[in-house]
């Protein structure tokens, strides 16, 4: 078993998901709960300019969020938008 990682969601995305109809929140939710097993789902894109920072399309919405390996294993969910 891989090991897990510490996710760390930004408050800003918890109030924009908590403001979503139900059938797009949780496929949002249930994206995010996945990082603590693989913070690399393959639909990822990395964010120009960055080396860390990623968007991955779910339920018409981009979730952007950060992947640290180092010293310790975190993936910061930073924000949640309607895809445009």
């Excluded at 930004?10 to 990082?35: C, E, G, W």
Aim: hydrophobic residues 45%; proline residues 6%; charged residues 20%.
């Amino acid at each position: 078993m891989a090991d897990s990682w510490e996710v760390q969601i930004h408050r800003s995305v918890t109030q924009v998901v908590y403001l979503l109809p139900k059938d797009i929140a949780q496929p949002i939710r249930n994206m995010i709960v996945s990082f603590v097993q693989n913070p690399y789902p393959e639909s990822r894109r990395l964010i120009g300019g960055f080396e860390d920072v990623f968007q991955v399309l779910v339920a018409n919405h981009d979730i952007l969020f950060q992947v640290v390996e180092e010293p310790q294993k975190i993936v910061r969910v930073l924000k949640v938008q309607l895809h445009q």
